[in-house]
């Protein structure tokens, strides 16, 4: 998943987003549209602002014109209010990208972030404080990137042909010899909104094409997963494949937050805070827990104490 530093942008652009235009981010006469309005009108938060469901799919094709990937994505909010979502992503092995699984799904179910691929055995699941949880979420969603120090940027008004508004934007990054990347956005004029973006690869010859990613957007079709990673992760009741997780956060303080989840045995659990934490299996903080190893989910029940790192807070 994207990092913390993103996540934490995404929320706070929102936000100004939405305080700042009221939802009237369209096109005005006379004026063109930047990448940074773009990125703006089309962050996730301020899409749901505008839609009930915002869908999302994927294709990379290679430099030999093989498509080698997929991905459809979709998210909403669920009637507590919170950001969900689900993906599938389909990996074609070739001999430039060889790929260990062939699918993979996730899904946020509102409080628990599931991941499960199709060369492994369990499900991987991670678990978020309430406040947490929206940004780790959200940085996982497709969105226009956000580049690090030290790239060089540029962009080019091409302007409305054929009802659809066009921008051209491409990035060096000149600690890697000059490769770049080119990308072509596709707006609707009225708002601003993504039809579609292409990002095209390039070696320091503009000529030599590396790779072609696109993604295309549409708006308020039905929310339907197409794999339900919770169903099959977290169940209701107690049963002799079932472990009962509880999550201690921040224990003893004024924050501390308790989290319980039936697990299916064996699943692979962990929990994510953008302080970092050590994670315990006894209240004396004396059994750390190996995060690459997770929280064992093996027996009928498993209570963990999270204490987040103290120079993060």
């Not at 929102?14 to 309005?37: P, R």
């Not at 303080?253 to 692979?268: I, K, N």
Request: hydrophobic share 30%; net charge negative; aromatic share 10%.
């Amino acid at each position: 998943m994207k990092s913390w530093k993103r996540a934490v942008t995404v929320a706070l652009c929102a936000a100004s987003l939405l305080a700042g235009c009221g939802g009237d981010c369209g096109l005005k006469d006379g004026e063109d549209y930047t990448v940074e309005d773009l990125r703006g009108i089309n962050i996730p938060l301020a899409l749901l602002e505008r839609h009930e469901v915002v869908t999302v799919n994927v294709q990379y094709t290679d430099k030999n014109g093989d498509v080698t990937y997929t991905a459809r994505v979709q998210y909403t909010r669920n009637a507590d209010g919170n950001v969900v979502s689900w993906g599938h992503y389909g990996y074609d092995p070739s001999e430039n990208y060889p790929v260990s699984a062939k699918e993979r799904w996730t899904q946020a179910n509102g409080k628990v972030y599931l991941d499960r691929s199709s060369n492994e055995e369990r499900t991987m699941m991670t678990c978020f404080t309430k406040i947490d949880y929206e940004m780790y979420v959200l940085a996982d969603l497709p969105a226009i990137a956000e580049f690090e120090m030290g790239t060089e940027e540029s962009e080019e008004t091409i302007g409305l042909q054929n009802g659809v508004y066009l921008l051209s934007g491409s990035v060096t990054y000149p600690n890697l010899g000059g490769y770049h990347s080119k990308t072509l956005y596709e707006v609707e004029p009225g708002s601003g909104e993504l039809h579609a973006m292409t990002v095209t690869d390039h070696a320091a010859d503009d000529e030599a094409f590396d790779g072609k990613m696109r993604y295309t957007w549409s708006y308020d079709e039905p929310y339907a997963p197409e794999r339900d990673l919770a169903g099959e992760a977290l169940h209701e009741t107690d049963s002799a494949d079932t472990c009962l997780l509880t999550l201690i956060y921040d224990p003893g303080t004024a924050d501390e937050e308790t989290q319980q989840y039936r697990v299916t045995r064996g699943s692979y659990a962990m929990f994510a805070c953008r302080t970092g934490s050590n994670i315990y299996y006894d209240a004396a903080l004396s059994q750390e827990i190996d995060y690459q190893a997770g929280i064992d989910t093996s027996g009928g029940s498993a209570t963990v104490y999270i204490v987040p790192l103290e120079e993060n807070r």
